[in-house]
Structure formats: structure tokens, C-alpha cells
């Protein structure tokens, strides 16, 4: 059973740079499937962020491009993002996922981390 | 504004039936049959449990359900239970600017 846990501060000063981990245990990032980062601010919808893949190839949803980097590390079994510039608009929970072979649907999601950016 | 519209809450009573719409656009759910649904519980990590608009994973209770119509894709929970409990909401690929586009979500309350 494939797990993911997401970690990183819980509080991030507005202009700074938010930088949370999705680890992944129960099998290997280096498989063929593509691995997400979503979020959910307060009172909102899921937004997608962006995604990965076990060979380093990336998509960016294009509102958030220009200040997001997402990258994956075999060696450590793990997945990472950084979002540059923040501000009170991306306080949100921020979730890992894995999108299942066939490219259809999201089939194992981490819980999810809390991230407020307040000063 | 979410990319797919669903409702904000609905509720039933235990034993009953509630069905949850989830509405797009012809760029994702008119076109595509990669729609999916996912329960979300407070402290836990989302769970699949409808994709390809109506196939259920293993180990999901057949009292969900899937459908699709057109650009409005639906989820029904049949012998509503306690446990039942949560947020709702669905997911569709789409060939627009993102691949990915989700619901805003709805609150599934058992009265």
C-alpha cells in the first residue's frame, strides 16, 4: 500500500518562499506514474498545482508557474515543492497525490499540510 | 471559483439516498470519461472512491455509486451510514490549460 506524507512549516512570512515534502513509502517515486501537488485554500476548491514524473519532467499550472518549482529525488524516495513570493493567497492545505497508470484519476493522496503565510 | 461546480452541502437521513452533482464544461467532463470521486475525512488523507465515472476500486462499499450526463457527472450514496460523513468532491481530466481540475466540494451531513 503506497503512503504519502507531506511535511514542512506550518508558517511562512508573506515574500518568502514556502517549501514543503511529500515522502513516499509502500513502493518507489521511480515508477511510471506522475506525482501532483494540489492545494485548498479556506472556504475554496482544489486547485492543481503541478506535477512530476520519476524522470524529473515536469507540468505547472500556468497561474503559478512562474513561481513554482516541483522536483523529485529517487534516492530519497520523495517529492518536493517550492512556491516562490507568496502571499496571504496561498495559505492553504497543500496535499501530495499520485495520479494512478492510466493518467485517469488520483489514486493515493498524502493528508494533506496546513500552510499560512501570516508575518 | 472552482473549475467543476458542486453543491456545498447535502444531507439525509441514515438509510436513505443522496445524490451529489459535479457540473463542467465540454473541455472535461462533456469529453472525457476520467471522472473521479474522492471522500475526504478531517486528519486523513483522501480517498478514491468512484474513477472512470462509475468503476469502484476494491475494498469500496458498492452503496457509492457513478454516473455521468452530458457535462454533469453525479455521485450517489445509497443506505447512507454514520460513517459517511465527509467531504465530497470530484475530479475530471481536461484538456485545458491544466490536465487536473477539481470541485469546490461537497459536505455530506447524516442527520
Known amino acids: 500500500q503506497v503512503q504519502l506524507q507531506e511535511s514542512g512549516p506550518g508558517v511562512v512570512k508573506p515574500s518568502g518562499t514556502l517549501s514543503l515534502t511529500c515522502a513516499v513509502s509502500?513502493?518507489?517515486?521511480?515508477?511510471?506514474?506522475?506525482w501532483s501537488w494540489v492545494r485548498q485554500s479556506p472556504g475554496k476548491g482544489l486547485e492543481w498545482i503541478g506535477e512530476?514524473?520519476?524522470?524529473?519532467?515536469?507540468t505547472y499550472n500556468p497561474s503559478l508557474k512562474s513561481r513554482v518549482t516541483i522536483s523529485v529525488d529517487s534516492s530519497k524516495n520523495q517529492l518536493s515543492l517550492t512556491v516562490n513570493s507568496v502571499t496571504a493567497t496561498d495559505t492553504a492545505v497543500y496535499f501530495c497525490?499520485?495520479?494512478?497508470?492510466?493518467?485517469?484519476?488520483?489514486?493515493?493522496w498524502g493528508q494533506g499540510t496546513l500552510v499560512t503565510v501570516s508575518s | 471559483q472552482s473549475a467543476l461546480t458542486q453543491p456545498a452541502s447535502a444531507s439525509g437521513s441514515p438509510g436513505q439516498s443522496i445524490t451529489i452533482s459535479c457540473t463542467g464544461t465540454s473541455d472535461d467532463i462533456g469529453t472525457f470519461d476520467f471522472v473521479s470521486w474522492y471522500q475526504n475525512k478531517p486528519d486523513k488523507a483522501p480517498k478514491l472512491i468512484i474513477y472512470d465515472v462509475y468503476q469502484r476500486p476494491s475494498g469500496v462499499s458498492n452503496r457509492f455509486s457513478g454516473s455521468k450526463s452530458g457535462k454533469t457527472a453525479s455521485l450517489t450514496i445509497s443506505g447512507l451510514q454514520a460513517e459517511d460523513e465527509a467531504d465530497y468532491f470530484c475530479g475530471s481530466y481536461t484538456s485545458s490549460s491544466t490536465p487536473w481540475v477539481f470541485g469546490g466540494g461537497t459536505k455530506v451531513t447524516v442527520l
Open positions: 497525490a499520485r495520479a494512478n497508470d492510466g493518467y485517469s484519476h488520483f489514486d493515493y
Open positions: 509502500g513502493g518507489p517515486v521511480s515508477t511510471h506514474n506522475w
Open positions: 512530476v514524473s520519476h524522470t524529473g519532467d515536469v
